[in-house]
C-alpha cells in the first residue's frame, strides 16, 4: 500500500471510529489495532491526533462539496419559495439521515470542545449557508417571505428540519409515518403559515 493509500485509510478509519467514540474515548493505539498497523507507523503520517483530526475535517469537507454542490445549486435556481424549501429541507434531512456519522462527529466534537468543530461550521458557513441565505433575502426583497432578517428565517426553518434528523439519529425516535418529501411538506407548511389558529 502506498503511503497516499494508507493516510486514506486511516482517514477512514479514523472517521468511523471517532463518530462512535469520539475524539477523546478513542485511542492511537484502538486506531492502529482497527487499521492493521502498529501505532508507529500512524505517527509517520499524522504527528498527533490533532492533526488526524485535522485531515478528516479537510477530508468531510471535500466530501460533502463534492456530494451537494450539484444539488444545492438545484435548490438554488428554485425560483418560488414553497418549491425552494421544500427542496432546502429534504436536502438538509437527507444530511442528517443518509450517512449518520457526520452528524454524530460534529455533534461529539462541540461537547468535547474540540477547536476543530469551530473549523468545520466556519467552512460549512461559506460552502452552504451563505449561498441559502443570499437565497432567502431575494426572496424577502421578491415578498415571499415575510420582511425578516434572513439568517433568522434560514435558521428558523432549518432547526424544525435539522431537530427532526438530531433526535431520530441520537434519540432514536421514531420517525414520522410519512415518506421523508411529506414530512418536510409539513415543516414547509407550518414554517409558511404557522401554527396558531386564524
Known amino acids: 500500500m502506498s503511503g497516499g493509500e494508507r493516510r486514506a485509510q486511516i482517514v477512514t478509519t ?3 471510529l471517532f463518530a462512535q467514540n469520539g ?3 478513542t485511542t492511537t493505539r484502538e486506531l ?3 487499521v492493521g498497523v502498529s501505532e508507529p507507523v500512524l505517527y509517520q503520517h499524522f504527528s498527533n491526533k490533532r492533526d488526524l483530526y485535522t485531515a478528516i475535517v479537510e477530508h468531510l469537507i471535500e466530501q460533502e462539496s463534492h456530494r451537494f454542490e450539484d444539488q ?3 435548490v438554488l435556481r428554485e425560483e ?3 418549491p425552494f424549501l421544500q427542496a432546502f429541507g429534504e ?3 437527507a444530511w442528517y439521515l443518509e450517512d449518520q456519522r457526520l452528524p454524530r462527529l460534529l455533534m461529539f466534537s462541540a461537547l468535547e470542545g474540540h477547536e476543530l468543530a469551530q473549523i468545520w461550521h466556519e467552512r460549512a458557513m461559506a460552502l452552504f449557508f451563505a449561498p441559502v441565505n443570499e437565497k432567502v433575502d431575494r426572496l424577502v426583497e421578491a415578498g415571499q417571505l415575510k420582511k425578516m432578517e434572513p439568517t433568522v428565517l434560514t435558521r428558523s426553518f432549518m432547526s424544525m ?3 427532526y434528523g438530531l433526535v431520530t439519529i441520537f434519540f432514536k425516535l421514531p420517525q414520522f409515518d410519512l415518506s421523508r418529501e411529506e414530512t418536510v411538506a409539513r415543516f414547509v407548511e407550518l414554517f409558511l403559515s404557522g401554527a ?3
Open 14 to 16: 479514523a472517521f468511523d
Open 23 to 25: 475524539f477523546r474515548g
Open 32 to 34: 492502529a489495532h482497527a
Open 72 to 74: 444545492l445549486q438545484a
Open 80 to 82: 418560488e419559495v414553497r
Open 91 to 93: 436536502l438538509v434531512l
Open 161 to 163: 428540519v435539522a431537530h
Open 196 to 198: 396558531e389558529r386564524r
